[in-house]
C-alpha cells in the first residue's frame, strides 16, 4: 500500500504549483494589458463587452490553461506537477497506478469549479446596482465549496479532497525520488 502524501506535502505541492500560475498570469498581464490601452484598445474593448464575452475570455486564458496543466501532468508518466514533483508527491488510482487522462481531467475540473463560479458570479455584478440574487448565491457557493475542500483536505487522515473521491484517486509519496 503507498503512503498518503501528508499535508505538508500538499501545500508546498500546491504552493510551487501557485508559482506557476502566478507566472503565467503576469505573462498574461504583460500581453493583455498594453493591447488593452494601446493600439488594439478597441477590439480588447469588444472582446470583454459583454459580461458573457469577459467570462468565455477568463475561462480561456486561465481556468481551461489551469485545468489541462494539471490534467496533463497527473497523467503524465511522471503523475505529477512541477509543484508535486517538488513536493515528493504523485497523484495515483487507490491501487497506486497511473491514472488516466480523463480521470485527471475530471478532478481538475472538480478542483477548479469554484473559481470559474466566482469568476462568473464577478462578472455579471451589475455596476452601481443591487446585486442578483444568483450572483450572490453563486460567491458564497464557491467560497463554501473552497473551505469544503480544505477541511476535508485537513481533517482526513489520508488528506484526500473531494475531487480526489469523485476521481478515485489519491495523492501519495512518491517513493521513487
Known sequence: MQK????????????????????YLVILAAIFLPLTFGPMRSQMTALASTPLRLNLLAFCTTILPFTLYFSLQE???????????????RVATLKGERVKFWRTLLR?????????????CIFFIPNNLPQPGWVMAGLVLAQVWVVIYLLVLWLNKTHRTPYDWIARTEVIQDDSR
Open 108 to 120: 481538475s475540473v472538480a478542483k477548479f469549479l469554484p473559481w470559474q463560479i466566482a469568476h462568473t
Open 75 to 89: 497523467s503524465s508518466p511522471a503523475q505529477a506537477t512541477w509543484g508535486k514533483s517538488k513536493a515528493g508527491i
Open 4 to 23: 498518503p502524501a501528508s499535508l505538508r506535502q500538499r501545500i508546498i505541492g500546491f504552493a510551487f504549483d501557485f508559482l506557476i500560475l502566478s507566472g
